[in-house]
């Protein structure tokens, strides 16, 4: 069976998503730089233990950069934070450099003022196809009730209010 992949593409497009940026630092060096990523793959997964996933692509030129650490933190974005979004969606820039960022535990700093915060300590790397799924056991969390999530659909950014 052959499919059409840009349809396909298309066709995933057509569910919506939050969106996440997830940050890390190199491992076993306290004093790297943390870099960041966006993604739309996240997802949670199980209650108890607390775990949750995002995916990679394994052409990515940040692959290495986030498969190699044992822990990661993941902000989920308001619509507010689109331009952090946009910014860490390109493939070269991944410095959080001048970002507003809180401090934690693990080691990879969270985005302020991001509707929620994960801290994670990696559990699993799976294979996937031209991805890899990075499954997370939560350490630590925290989210706040105000603000509206930054959406992605059909391709394009988009806010949904929670009112």
């Known amino acids: 069976m052959s499919l059409d992949i840009r349809a396909f593409r298309k066709a995933l497009g057509c569910f919506a998503t ?3 940026v997830v940050t890390a630092k190199e491992k076993g060096d306290k004093t790297a730089e943390a870099k960041g990523i966006t993604v739309n793959s996240f997802s949670s997964v199980s209650l108890e233990p607390p775990l949750i996933l ?3 692509g394994k052409t990515s030129k940040r692959y290495e950069l986030f498969t190699k650490p044992d822990e990661f933190t993941i902000s989920i974005l308001s619509e507010a934070q689109r331009a952090i979004s946009e910014r860490l969606a390109g493939s070269s820039d991944c410095s959080l450099a001048g970002l507003p960022l809180v401090e934690c535990e693990n080691g990879a700093p969270g985005l302020a003022d991001a509707l929620a915060i994960f801290e994670c300590r990696r559990e699993a790397i799976y294979e996937a196809g031209d991805h890899v799924i990075l499954l997370g056991g939560v350490t630590r969390f925290e989210g706040r009730e105000e603000g ?4 992605y ?3 394009r950014y988009g806010a949904l209010t929670g009112k």
Do not use: M, N
């Not at 509206?148 to 959406?151: A, M, Q, S």
């Open 18 to 20: 939050g969106i996440a």
């Open 54 to 56: 995002w995916c990679l």
């Open 148 to 151: 509206d999530p930054l959406v």
């Open 153 to 155: 659909f059909r391709g």
